[in-house]
């Protein structure tokens, strides 16, 4: 116990927060959906809008290390498919051609892309020789014979980023008007308080669909991702502004708050001193469980058609072509973008409540 | 004797609630004046206000300090900074009054800091003498609170009141939080600290026990309003208000065989004139 003395209260934090395993694994997970997010023109195989007319639909590949007859094989690789047209119910059904191995090659040749949109290069993590007959659709393909897997890579980078930058805005626009109300209270605090209700008391989802549908269909991608990032944030600040008012009431009564002032502290250091890092744990927290919401709510839009529309490639677009059942039937590996969204949010949640308990300083560490 | 403060018909009501009435009274330095009463007698909204951690309604706080006479309700932001140096105060609750994110060290070096003064050497120097005079080990500096006792925090806040080196310092409620073998210790060492360096204190209580022992003069209050006050010794032997008797009765005697009888309250005068 001795040595506990000598830590600051962000190491106490740190330790809270490591005995929440459940939460370390949600941070993992998280962590490397945004590193794939981030590098996903390398670590996709193919560009999200390159076709393989030669595999329309097909299901999702095994990587292998043993052959038909069994034998090993160090590198890993895959079969080919063959297309047999079945002549009774005229379904295309897809059998592994094993005459033929596709070694997986890494860090090799394939599809030109720029970097970042910034560096051309032609190099991803792995593909199969683009020379030869082969191919690699891990997740499979869709009707326009897409890969699945460089698809859900490439809608993870807006689906994540959309995420995190709504969640940004919402918390600006929660921690100032919050701030300021808590702070200044009477007309303005009375104002920020009516418009939060009235926020509140509407169905999101009709007033969402209302603003989307308003925005300009000629709009670059670029230009509606931030209209939707925009749309979502100004609905979601009203939770985070009641929040950082309150605890800026309760806290300008607190005894440390009155202690400062007694001893002569001005506005500027009782807010930034002594009030803002007392609740920065909190608002980090908050922020956490909030990007959930951010991204559900993108999914539902897009999902909807009113959101991002192809060709933008998100969690969202991409789930709307598992709209009808006769995919949900013949090709179940198109939904496998709402499977990286269950995932993602649920690690968001899991983390948000890990920071939670650590955050909370009075929780003890002694006890277990 | 010199006087240090002066309040004169101190009033304060939240809403149409009147908390406390018209209060007048005297301090002299280097004395202790005790201020009892029950739970919402308004002492607290009493001492915060002569503290200018609440606006009164109206009456005045003269306060005898550097610059001689002041009226603290007339004084603006800045000229009132200079006489924060001089009037400081001990909170009740140890626990709530550091702040849990800043180590000893900052918490002591604040009042510095805002008053500009010395530095940083010197503060550093300053902080460690007084850790040594509310007898905490130097080392504790690079602590935070968490890491301390109840007792020890006190120990804490009276260091981040004296460093200033006031004149004049409020104690409200500054033991009722802690146990009785930590409030002796606490209330030595205020005493310790007192004729040390000529302290004047505002001592809000209500264990009278505590105030008979540590108190010149008491001030009794019953809502908001002074019952009865003088020197300690006067007023508990021989009280002259109902409300008064009311309190001393409810003292517990030390024999555990004799038992607690409080005067009932409805047999009493608690009129209020």
């Known amino acids: 116990m001795s040595e506990l003395n000598e830590l600051t209260p962000g190491q106490l934090a740190w330790l809270r927060f490591r005995r929440h395993k459940l939460a370390m694994v949600a941070g993992g997970v998280l962590i490397i959906f945004y590193l794939f997010a981030i590098f996903c023109e390398f670590i996709s195989p193919y560009t999200p809008d390159q076709r393989n007319a030669r595999a329309i639909n097909a299901p999702p590949m095994d990587i292998r290390f043993f052959d038909a007859d069994g034998q090993f094989h160090p590198r890993p690789f895959v079969y080919g498919w063959e297309l047999n047209i079945n002549e009774d119910t005229w379904m295309r059904e897809y059998q592994e051609d094993t005459s033929t191995r596709y070694d997986i090659q890494f860090f090799s040749r394939g599809e030109p892309y720029e970097f970042w949109g910034l560096i051309p290069t032609e190099r991803h993590l792995f593909t199969v020789d683009s020379e030869s007959e082969g191919y690699i659709h891990w997740f499979g393909t869709d009707s326009l014979g897409r890969d699945m897997f460089s698809r859900v890579l490439y809608g993870a980078r807006v689906s994540l980023s959309i995420g995190i930058l709504g969640v940004g805005l919402t918390l600006f626009l929660g921690v100032l008007l919050g701030g300021f109300a808590g702070y200044l209270g009477g007309v303005f605090d009375n104002v920020v308080q009516r418009i939060t209700e009235v926020l509140q008391s509407i169905p999101t989802l009709p007033l969402w669909m209302a603003l989307s549908a308003a925005l300009p269909a000629a709009w670059s991608p670029l230009a509606t991702y931030f209209g939707i990032t925009i749309i979502l944030s100004l609905f979601g600040w009203t939770t985070l502004a009641r929040q950082v008012r309150g605890r800026f009431l309760a806290m300008r009564e607190e005894d440390f708050v009155v202690a400062a002032r007694l001893v002569g502290a001005n506005d500027r250091r009782i807010i930034f001193r002594h009030m803002l890092p007392s609740f920065v744990s909190h608002i980090i927290t908050t922020a956490t469980l909030a990007v959930p919401a951010m991204i559900l709510g993108e999914t539902a839009l897009s999902f909807l058609g009113i959101g991002l529309r192809a060709p933008v490639v998100s969690w969202g677009v991409l789930l709307q072509q598992a709209q009808n059942y006769q995919v949900i039937v013949m090709t179940p590996w198109l939904l496998l973008p709402g499977a990286f969204i269950v995932i993602t949010v649920i690690a968001f949640n899991l983390l948000g409540d890990g920071l939670r308990d650590a955050a909370d300083p009075y929780s003890s560490l002694s006890k277990t | ?273």
């Open chain 2, 1 to 273: 004797m010199t006087q240090l403060l002066s309040v004169k018909n101190l009033c304060k009501s939240f809403g149409d609630q009147l908390i406390v009435n018209s209060v007048s009274f005297d301090v002299n330095e280097s004395s202790t004046l005790g201020i009892v009463g029950e739970s919402g007698s308004g002492k607290t909204t009493l001492v915060r206000s002569i503290l200018r951690a609440i606006d009164p309604d109206s009456g005045s706080v003269r306060y005898n300090g550097e610059a001689g006479w002041q009226n603290l309700h007339e004084l603006s932001a800045k000229e009132l900074l200079p006489l924060r140096r001089e009037v400081q105060m001990i909170f009740q609750d140890p626990f709530a009054s550091l702040n849990p994110r800043m180590t000893v060290q900052t918490i002591l070096e604040e009042p510095l800091v805002i008053h500009d003064l010395g530095d940083k050497a010197w503060r550093k120097q300053r902080v460690m003498e007084m850790l040594e005079k509310v007898q905490l080990d130097p080392s504790s500096a690079a602590r935070f609170p968490h890491a301390f006792s109840g007792g020890q925090r006190q120990r804490i806040g009276i260091a981040r009141a004296l460093i200033l080196e006031p004149r004049l310092v409020v104690c409200d409620e500054s033991v009722s939080a802690l146990d009785v073998s930590v409030q002796s210790q606490i209330l030595d060492l205020l005493k310790a600290l007192q004729s040390e360096l000529g302290l004047t204190y505002l001592f809000v209580a209500h264990d009278l026990r505590v105030v008979r022992e540590f108190c010149d003069e008491v001030l009794v209050m019953y809502s908001g309003n002074v019952v009865e006050q003088g020197p300690v010794e006067e007023v508990f032997n021989s009280p002259d208000h109902d409300y008064t008797r009311l309190l001393l009765s409810a003292i517990p005697s030390p024999d555990p065989d004799e038992k607690l009888d409080p005067l009932d309250r409805a047999t009493l005068n608690l009129q209020l004139a």
